[in-house]
């Protein structure tokens, strides 16, 4: 790591360190607030950087790093306008009165002699307004797909989980038209498919998917569907029958180990060509692609000129040129920076709760990601806080929907609607009245 500056700081100081990917720790810290660090090798893959150490007495941003002196003097941000192919890692670490802020990269790739890159000052105690002015600089830069109105969306995740049926979709549908609910999306999450590997091989359990994405259709609205193209189990007929296509460890999940694809092999990319041409042609066009860190992995390609940011890019590229520019893009679990110009919304932090603990006894785990990047919303994308969950069973939803009714960007809920409450309902149509700038 290479020294890029040394900052006088006041005991009020603050550093914003942008995480890796949507579900990786991302705030403003100070001096004496711990570090987020995975404390199993599971969540370093899927948590943090794949391949890249997370110190231990340091902030670490990927490709962005803001400090305000918290002094009334200016924020300092460091950070790319070019994440095509390389996202600097940025460290800042508390040294007496100053913070050392140093990079893996070239100190000279964050100065604004460099067209690609940025380091500026704006305003006295600043931090927030300098984010947004480097959002706004690299959206720009980067193609950024904005202003469309934000989606109102009914999911199926936090209801049903991986038990979702055809005719759960079918019945809150029908509830859907009877509440008269502003919904314009009703997508379909995991669940749908076999999973890992298998993500367009029908499930015999949840029923007809072309019947299901009809009855959506024929409502009026859009469908959406949710998978993880850039990831497969370790176990998955892809993984075995194509051990040439696959990357390493992805993390775990499904009761299997993950791994993610080189995006860069013929034979990967025939394959996710088969897959979203199968989605386009059921009538499909809101698309929430999951897991997506993986498609980043370190590790040898198929193209050797090709760098893990390159190659994931390339992936999306080739969704979006299968899917078309009509289509909207929901990524999650993706890197952050080099997302932007190729989807259309981002999940900006971890999951609501996972199952065991759909009455918040786990707690909230989104909050913290989702306020710091507020920021985010309209300069690089339409922003997914995650869905409301409004149903009385949820201990916290109270708590949950002062964060999602305050937040930027889509607008989703993940109830059954015949299980709302009287509150339920208050909530859920507060909700889809707002439009949040």
Known sequence: MSIVDEIPVGPDARVYAEGWQSWSPTTWSSRDDRVHRPTEAWQHAMRFRPGVPVADDALQGEGLLVV??????????FGTLDASREVPTIRARWRGDRVVVETDADPGSLSLSDAGSLSLSKGPGSGGAALEVFGERF???????????????????YQYFEEVRASDVVENLRAI???GLDVDVVQI????????????????????????????LDSGRRAGIWLAPFSVGAGSSVAREHPDWVLGDAGRNWGDDLRGLDLTHPGVRDY???VFTDIRDLGIDYV????????????????PDATPVSAYRSGL?????????????????????????????????????HEGGEDGSQGLRGRMSVEARSWQHGRFWTNDPDCLVARPEFAL?????????????????????GGLDARGRQLVDALLKEEKA
């Open 397 to 417: 939803r109270e708590e949950w929907a002062d964060v999602v009714l305050a937040a930027p960007g889509i607008r989703g809920f993940s109830d059954r609607i």
């Open 317 to 353: 590229e080739l969704i979006r040129g299968v899917l078309g520019e009509d289509a909207f893009l929901l990524g999650c679990g993706a890197p952050i920076l080099p997302s932007v110009g190729l989807v259309d919304g981002m999940r900006v932090a971890g999951d609501t709760f």
């Open 177 to 179: 038209d009877d509440a």
């Open 272 to 274: 996710l060509t088969r």
């Open 139 to 157: 959206g720009a830069a980067s193609g950024a797909r904005i202003g469309r109105r934000s989606p109102r969306v009914w999911c199926t995740w």
């Open 189 to 216: 999450d995991d669940g749908w498919s076999l999973g890992t590997g298998e993500w367009t091989a029908p499930n015999p359990r949840f029923g007809s998917l072309p019947d299901t994405v009809a009855a959506i």
């Open 288 to 303: 929430k692609l999951d897991f997506l860190y993986s498609g980043a992995l370190p590790g040898a390609r198929r193209d």
């Open 68 to 77: 305000d002196p918290g002094d009334g003097s200016d924020a300092r941000v």
